[in-house]
Every structure is written in C-alpha cells, then in structure tokens.
C-alpha cells in the first residue's frame, strides 16, 4: 500500500478529523477510517459493503466500469488463453508465475496429493444419498481438520503450506466424490497420469466398468472454468473465509464456511439457479413473460446469471466463458439444443430492454459456464461444487495473505442499533 500524505476533513459537530487517505497501486483511494470512533464517537454505516474496503491485498484487481480483472497485474483473458489452472494456482499462492521447474514441482506436489484419507470414505456414505453435492461439500471439508489434524497449527507456515496443497489437490476428488454418492455409482479414484481438469472428469464420469476417454478440448474447456473463477477480490465467499480465519480458525473450517457461503444464489448458487431458469422459461416465446417479472417491483423473481456488484459494463470472464461456450456446444453438436436458444434469445432480449441498460445488467460468468457445463453432461446440482473447487485457491490465497501479515486483527463490525432502549425485566405473571 503505497501511502500519500493525503488527508480528509470530517466536521462532526464540533469535532473536527484528518482523516488519512492511502492510494492503492490501482483503483480509487481509500479513506483510513480505524480511528473514528476512538476519535469521533461515531460508526460508519455500509451494510452491503458497497464502499469499504475491509483489507488490503495484492493478489487480485478488479475495475468494474472497464471490465478489467487482473491477477498479481496478469489480465484473466491473457490467463484463461495462455495459461492453465495450476499455473494460475501458483500465481495465486505465491505472487509471481512459476519458473518451468517450480511448475513441474508444484503439478507434482498437488497430483500427489488428490487422494483423501481412505476413512473420509465413510463420511460420505453418512450423508443421504440426494443430499445436495454442496451440503456433502461443506460437511466434508469442514470434517477434513478431524482428518488433517497435522495441517491445522495456523502459527506454523509448514502447515499452513501443506494444508493450501491440501485443499487444492483433494477438494476435486471431493466435489467428483460427493456427485457420484448422490447418482449411487462407486467412488472413482483420482489418476497421476491425467492433468487436474482431466482427471476431475475422470472422477465424476469414469465407471468400473468403463474408463471414460476424457476429450482435450473439453479437459481445455474444464480448465478453463477453473481458472475463470479461481479469484475474484473481496467477494461474499472469500470476505466470509477471511472472516473466520481473522478469529484463528483453522483452514479447512474457513474453507467450509466459504463454501456454505458460496452457495446462495446471489453468489456462486447463481449457476445452477440460471440453467434452472432457462428450463423454467422452456421456449423462447416465454422470454418477454420472464422479462416482465425481473422489471417488476412487487416480484422478487431476477434474471439469474445477469448483474454484478462490481461489473458494471461488462464481465471480463464472461466474455472468455462466451467463447469456451461456443467450442464445447460445438464440439458436442448441441448447438441447436433448445436450451441453448432459450439462452441465446434472452441474452438478446434482456441486452436490448432498456431496464437492464439503465441499471448496467449484463450477463455475469454464471450465465455463459452452467451452458458449457450442461453440455459437458453434469447436472444442475454439479455447478456450484464446480465453483467451490474453482474458488478454492482464491480462498486460501487470500487466508495465507491475511496470516502472514502480522498486524492482523479479528473482523469484528459494529453495528446502527435500532431495538429497544434498556427497560426493566418485568415478571411473567405481570404481563
Ligand atoms: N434481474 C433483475 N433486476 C436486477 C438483477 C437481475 N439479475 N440484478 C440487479 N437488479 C436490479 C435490482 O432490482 C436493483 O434495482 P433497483 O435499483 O430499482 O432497486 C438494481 O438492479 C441494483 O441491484 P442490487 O441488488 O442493488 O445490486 P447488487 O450489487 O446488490 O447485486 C447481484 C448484485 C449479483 C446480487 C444481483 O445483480 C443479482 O441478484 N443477480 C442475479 C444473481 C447472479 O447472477 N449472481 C451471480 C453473480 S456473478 C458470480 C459471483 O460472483 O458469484
């Protein structure tokens, strides 16, 4: 954080504040407000956090009216078509791309621990069998630090390393895990001779009975929704993680609690909700009905897959998921799929209407990456876990920078009290 001598006045009654003003290496500046209240007696109010930057970091940047993303200064288009997901791991983890060598080591550290405990099997077979991969997911990875237990000192950057391998490596085998228990088909295990998108396919589609030959261009396509969503800033999910670390809790709690959050729909629930949408919609003559509803004040429904806390023009891993799309739909042969026009048509309809350009709605990831991946043949209820795996380094990226810096502290927001003023307790029999 490079700091400028800037200051802000604040006049609150009689009080006057300098309020110090540091400048990021990119974006606007931020406004120091730690000494407020010690200061001035006052609170800021923020609840959706839409102006306050709750940390600093160097891993990702975002510009949401240019549409930019940027990973350690990396551009995610240059990333998504040049790069590959462990690489973008590494980049992640430790701030700078790897040498040909660190890759070749880091590939070999993180394929050589895709196995989970053979105990952990157990776990799963706890779980009924429809429960919702992303409820096996959180118990899972929350039930890691019972089986990890030599991962979980925080105090110790050995551990705090091997745990970041960990989770990277197991959380695929998890997520492919967790979908073969709800299909009732045995566990498939993971392969060393298969890249990490390849062998997550392998996982989730291979059967005793028959290897599944996992095509490059779609092993290409999986990577690439990997690295699409592999970091994305101060998102809902990643501020949770952050937040349950900042207390002290170990990694795979703060991974679990990321995931728990992950799932809601307006975040990373949003790709299952927008495939959803698309077959309750069904025909593309039903499109100006389902645009009518989202416009509407008195229906809480929303075009899933469109709009962005941070993007307002466009979604720079959009636009990258855009074409994958094309080449897996083709590839496949489902170009004429109804879905798909359903898809295409409301993507048009909703771009063209006046609502969704005023308030700067655009197609996010989430409506472009359930398409390609209803195409590659996982279910609706397979998106999110995919997100979670994706996610995953971003979450522990941003856990290990939050640990190594020595000043930090516990999240602890306060609050605008509206309830009651203190009163007297009064006796059930006086009531
Ligand atoms: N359909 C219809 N109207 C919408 C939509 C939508 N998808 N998104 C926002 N709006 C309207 C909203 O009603 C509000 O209108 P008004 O100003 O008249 O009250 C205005 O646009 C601003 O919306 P907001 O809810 O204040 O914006 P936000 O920044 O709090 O919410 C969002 C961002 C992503 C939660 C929201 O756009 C949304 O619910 N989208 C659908 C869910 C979705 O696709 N989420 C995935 C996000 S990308 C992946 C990820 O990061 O997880």
Redesign the pocket.
Known sequence: MADTPKTATLTIGDTTLDLPIHSPTLGPDVLDIRKLYAQGKVFTYDP?F?STAACDSAITYIDGDEGVLLHYGYPIDQLAGKSHYLEVCYLLLYGALPSAAELEHFETTITRHTMIHEQMHNFFRGFRRDAHPMATMVGVVGAMSAFYHDSTDISDAQQREVASHRLIAKMPTIAAMAYKYSIGQPFVYPRNDLDYAANFLHMCFSVPAEDYVVDPILARAMDRIFTLHAD?EQ???TSTVRLASSSGANPFACIAAGIAC?WG???????Q??LEMLKEIGTPDRIPEFIAR??D?NDP???????????KNF?PRATVMKQSADEVLELMGVEDNPLLQVAKELEKAALEDP??AE???FP????YSGIILEAMGFPTSMFTPI?ALSRTVGWISQWKEQLSDPAHKIGRPRQLYTGPTQRDYVDVENR
């Open positions: 959706g839409t994305h998102n809902a999910s992950l729909p307006a975040h990373g629930g949003a790709n909700a927008c989202a416009k004040k429904f929303r075009l899933m897959g469109f709009g962005h806390r941070v993007y979604d609502y969704f308030k700067k709605l996010n990831v989430d409506f997100f």
